[in-house]
């Protein structure tokens, strides 16, 4: 049974900027993801979506804005902070340890939460169950697809309360892509939030219950992922390239 959306947010950013080597990337961004939500966060490559997920995850500081998370400030916390608070962050391109067991792999997003290290395991083994059989198994054998299922495993064992995922999508087969997003409605209806970033657009909106465009470090376009897809702007100018 699917967790009802809360009426207040469990992430608000308000007029967020962010720089990296004194160039401004992001500038004076304000939104809010609501409990048991798909968010997503797109845009061109350089738009600023991996600055914001750091910014949001605790790994980059922002020179301005506010960041909350169930209404507490956390935009001055460290990302080992913000895990403990349930905010987790699987960045592009997230390897496994090939020479480690698919077990070795997943217990070491437990690090900070080892008492639920058997209940992380139950639940990545529910929502992938290609994992089950290969655990001990080393990963660096495994598939392409069922080795991005061990690194996004390894972030649900870290217990989130909201999951940031940085271009799950790139490289995956068509087929790959729809088990993908049938997890993450998965994962929505047992309680988590997530927010996906990509440039992958078409892939990305269509799982996204609200969705923001990013360019050049602002947002221009928010709606539902179905209704973005169809918007002029998007369709004319971004689409294309």
């Known amino acids: 049974m699917a967790t009802e959306p809360s009426c ?3 992430l ?6 962010a720089s990296i080597q004194g160039k401004r990337v992001l500038e004076d961004l304000s939104f809010a993801c609501f409990p048991h939500q798909i968010m ?5 490559e350089g738009a600023g979506k991996t600055t914001l997920l ?3 995850g605790g790994l980059q500081r922002p020179v301005a804005g506010r960041i909350f998370l169930g209404g507490e400030s956390v935009e001055a916390m460290p990302a080992w902070e913000m895990v403990r608070k349930g905010v987790v ?7 496994v340890f090939p020479g480690m067991s698919v077990l070795e792999n997943l217990g070491v997003g437990a690090y900070l939460v080892r008492g639920q290290l058997k209940a992380g395991l139950e639940r990545v083994c529910q929502i992938f169950p290609e994992l089950k059989e290969r655990l001990g198994a080393q990963a660096g054998i495994l598939s392409g697809g069922q080795q991005r299922m061990v690194t996004l495993g ?10 940031m995922l940085d271009e799950p999508f790139m490289g995956l087969s068509p087929k790959l892509v729809q088990r993908f997003c049938n997890s993450f409605r ?4 047992g309680g988590v939030t997530l927010l996906i970033s990509g440039q992958l657009m078409q892939r990305v909106l269509n799982v996204a219950e609200k969705a923001y465009i990013l360019e050049k470090g602002r947002i221009t376009l928010s709606g539902t992922g179905p209704h973005l897809l169809k918007d002029p702007h998007l369709q004319e100018i971004i689409l294309p390239l």
């Open 8 to 10: 207040l947010p469990l």
């Open 12 to 17: 608000e950013v308000q007029h967020l900027s």
């Open 154 to 163: 390894r972030g649900l064992m870290s217990a989130p309360r909201l999951l």
């Open 89 to 95: 962050y699987v960045p592009e391109g997230m390897r």
């Open 186 to 189: 998965e994962l929505r209806q």
């Open 40 to 44: 997503a966060i797109v845009g061109i």
């Open 54 to 56: 750091k910014a949001l």
